[in-house]
């Protein structure tokens, strides 16, 4: 993606573009986590009910800060590397908005060195949305052709040009006591 491109990209984010786009795992939907509309627009084309809440993909843990309940001492065992990608379930914070969290007091949160998302995310100085890109039941696209296929007319942007993870949604694991709530497999 050219800088030109990539600014344009961020600005559209910023004001409520919803993107499919690769991530450190599988292709996914993504959005500005505080714009309200934009994640009720990828709820509606998923199909999903918000009551399941949704995964906060950041390039560093300070931009999911506000989001969260735990302190510095809690949340060292997301700092540590992990052979696999791994969200994190973490006690939500006041601020953490229902559309995020859906009817959860944790919120589920994954560090990653994805070049985009690191890009986005501090260009953005923001965490953002991600789930899987299908409509709920159904498979996970695959690659940005099949994306197009079925979701372009929906979207605002389809970004391609940057590896996808395993092709493997993330462990799910909670902060509170380590245990995996989904395994990566």
Same mark, same amino acid.
């Given at each position: 993606?050219?800088?030109?491109?990539?600014?344009?990209?961020?600005?559209?984010?910023?004001?409520?573009?919803?993107?499919?786009? /690769? #991530?450190?795992? &599988?292709?996914?939907?993504?959005?500005?986590? %505080?714009? !309200?509309?934009?994640?009720?627009?990828?709820?509606? @084309?998923?199909?999903?009910?918000?009551?399941?809440?949704?995964?906060?993909?950041?390039?560093?843990?300070?931009?999911?800060?506000?989001?969260?309940?735990?302190?510095?001492?809690?949340?060292?065992?997301?700092?540590?590397?992990?052979?696999?990608?791994?969200?994190?379930?973490?006690?939500?914070?006041?601020?953490?908005?229902?559309?995020?969290?859906?009817?959860? /007091? #944790?919120?589920? &949160?994954?560090?990653?060195?994805?070049?985009? %998302?690191? !890009?986005?995310?501090?260009?953005?100085?923001?965490? @953002?949305?991600?789930?899987?890109?299908?409509?709920?039941?159904?498979?996970?696209?695959?690659?940005?052709?099949?994306?197009?296929?079925?979701?372009?007319?929906?979207?605002?942007?389809?970004?391609?040009?940057?590896?996808?993870?395993?092709?493997?949604?993330?462990?799910?694991?909670?902060?509170?006591?380590?245990?995996?709530?989904?395994?990566?497999?």
């Amino acid at each position: 993606m050219s800088p030109w491109a990539l600014n344009r990209f961020i600005h559209a984010v910023s004001c409520g573009a919803i993107f499919g786009y /690769p #991530t450190d795992t &599988i292709w996914g939907f993504g959005c500005h986590p %505080l714009i !309200a509309d934009s994640v009720s627009r990828i709820l509606q @084309i998923k199909n999903r009910s918000p009551d399941k809440g949704l995964i906060l993909l950041s390039s560093r843990l300070e931009y999911c800060a506000a989001y969260l309940d735990a302190d510095l001492e809690q949340l060292k065992p997301i700092r540590r590397p992990s052979a696999q990608p791994t969200s994190w379930l973490v006690p939500a914070s006041a601020f953490c908005p229902p559309w995020i969290r859906g009817n959860f /007091p #944790t919120v589920a &949160i994954r560090i990653t060195d994805h070049p985009l %998302l690191q !890009a986005l995310c501090d260009r953005l100085e923001a965490p @953002i949305v991600s789930t899987s890109a299908n409509r709920a039941g159904r498979a996970t696209v695959r690659n940005a052709l099949q994306l197009r296929k079925q979701f372009a007319e929906e979207l605002d942007f389809i970004v391609n040009g940057f590896a996808t993870g395993s092709g493997r949604p993330s462990e799910i694991k909670s902060l509170v006591n380590g245990i995996s709530v989904r395994s990566a497999s």
